[in-house]
């Protein structure tokens, strides 16, 4: 039988039972963070709970364990004076998640999915998650729920202005998915976010406070009746492949004590 057992609630003389039987370990991980006056406080917990919940539930899904969610992690700058969010420093929160994982996988789970909600835990997570592989043999799978849908499907739910900002239409189409009681679409007027720079290079641009900015930004009107069952359908089934991808694939060999190992003959 699939699905997810819910480790909080598994007693001392059960979990050896549960760990043996389990095909991996779920963590989601969010923040606390102000997403506007439209949204909770606990915006990014509720998707990454949600998701993490939401795609065990389809049918001949994977056995796992879902672990209690990382509540508190560093916030940027841009969202840390808004009211309610609570910020942790970046190297308090990488020690915290190098400790949890690192926790997890002594527990005897050799594969561990972590579901993120919070876009600035990403570099984090996976710092993280690097310092544990090179410990401990463990594959580490880091998902985040914004990424599960693409810029040209969210085009499609909601038209051609920017809907992927931070509190805009698409995380408040992802919140009604899971918590429609949580959200206030009136309290909120429209924000357009500000211009992507006119160039097609990739880049990371971090600012103080961008202008406009009022701790969100997004076009908070482009919300329809329909759209927080689709991109929880969407995101829930997405995140089903990519498991199911990566249980198929091999698990890694033990990492190795040399740090400079031989792979080959000599040149000679």
């Known amino acids: ?85 609570i910020g942790v420093r970046p190297e308090v929160a990488l020690s915290y998640l190098c400790d949890v994982l690192e926790g997890i996988v002594a527990a005897g789970f050799v594969r561990v999915l972590v579901v993120n909600g919070h876009d600035a835990n990403m570099s984090i997570v996976r710092a993280a998650m690097e310092w544990v592989s090179g410990r401990r043999r463990c594959s580490l799978l ?31 189409s992802g919140v009604l998915g899971f918590a429609p009681d949580a959200v206030d679409l009136a ?27 009022e701790g969100w930004s997004g076009h908070v009107s482009l919300v329809a009746d329909g759209a927080g069952p689709r991109v929880r359908e969407l995101g829930e089934r997405r995140l089903r492949e990519l498991v199911d991808a990566w249980l198929a694939a091999p698990l890694p060999d033990a990492p190795g004590t040399d740090p400079h190992p031989v792979t080959g003959e000599a040149d000679g």
């Open 187 to 213: 309290a909120a007027r429209d924000l357009p976010p500000r211009p992507k720079l006119p160039t097609p290079s990739p880049y990371v641009l971090v600012e103080s406070r961008p202008t406009p900015w």
């Open 142 to 172: 880091l998902a985040n729920w914004f990424q599960l849908i693409t810029p040209e499907e969210t085009t499609e739910l909601f038209g051609a202005l920017p809907s992927r900002g931070h509190g805009g239409a698409y995380e408040t």
């Open 1 to 85: 039988m699939g699905g997810l057992i819910d480790a909080t609630r598994v007693t001392g003389a059960a979990w050896p039972g549960v760990v043996a039987e389990a095909d991996f370990a779920v963590l989601p991980v969010g923040a606390f963070e102000w997403h506007g006056p439209h949204l909770p406080l606990g915006t990014d917990l509720l998707l990454a709970e949600g998701f993490a919940r939401a795609w065990a539930e389809t049918s001949g899904a994977p056995r796992g364990v879902l672990y209690p969610a990382v509540a508190y992690t560093a916030v940027p700058g841009q969202t840390r004076p808004w009211p309610g969010t």
